[in-house]
């Protein structure tokens, strides 16, 4: 077997997937009794004619959008004004945001020349998302309820539109069940949130 026949084998397999990484590429590589080492070259010369996109650190994909992201890092969901965006409840532009509950670099990645924020959460709090139809993607997405609570976790600030909005879509008894899964004084602080609007 040539190292053509490897080529169009592993455009194959990578046409069947949304993203790998090389560790894929190599156990591919082996299934065929081919040689690992391999792998390197078949995607420098995938990449070079545009065929793959580097996403991340050992991470490749026929994909460009920055929402591949998901597929690299899990288990993650995307959150807070991106997921209100997914939801229409934000109508600026906004980044991707993903959050997980993985001890990786926190903060500001660029993928695809696109700034992606990574954010960490506790394992139990890690819940309350939804996977949903993305174009050719099917990503983990926060649901309303999560992301409110979400929205107040990470300190964001929250105009009364936005709040509004929020009190329009929320499920009260799937919030209640989710705050059941935070300390005493963080559930308040989202019910008091809540209640701010009927001050008004």
């Known amino acids: 077997m040539g190292k053509i026949k490897y080529l169009n ?6 046409l069947k ?6 560790k894929d590429i190599k156990r591919f ?22 065929h793959i996109h580097r996403i991340t650190k050992g991470y490749y994909s ?17 959150g807070l ?22 001890r990786i670099r926190f903060g500001i990645r660029k993928i695809f020349n696109t700034n992606v924020i990574i954010h960490h959460i506790n394992k139990k709090y890690f819940f309350g998302y939804d996977y949903i139809d993305y174009y050719d993607l099917k990503i983990p997405v926060s649901d309303t309820e999560k992301t409110f ?15 509004n909005d929020f009190i329009d879509k929320i499920d009260r008894k799937k919030l209640n069940k989710y705050l059941k899964n935070y300390d005493k004084k963080f559930a ?11 001050n008004r």
Not at 9 to 14: C, D, G, L, S
Request: with cysteine; charged share 20%; aromatic share 12%.
């Open 188 to 198: 308040e602080k989202v019910q008091s949130v809540l209640k701010h609007k009927n």
């Open 29 to 50: 590589l082996i299934s065929k009794q081919a040689n690992p080492d391999y792998a390197y070259s078949i995607i420098h010369n995938m990449m070079k004619k545009g």
């Open 9 to 14: 084998e592993v455009k194959t397999f990578i």
């Open 62 to 78: 026929r994909f460009d959008d920055p929402m591949i992201i998901t597929y690299c890092i899990k288990p993650s969901y995307i």
């Open 81 to 102: 004004e991106n997921a209100l965006s997914i939801h229409g409840l934000w109508e600026q532009e906004s980044n991707v945001v993903l959050i997980t509950p993985r």
């Open 149 to 163: 609570i979400d929205w107040i976790y990470y300190h964001n600030k929250m105009n009364i539109k936005l709040l």
């Open 17 to 22: 997937g949304k993203a790998f990484n090389v």
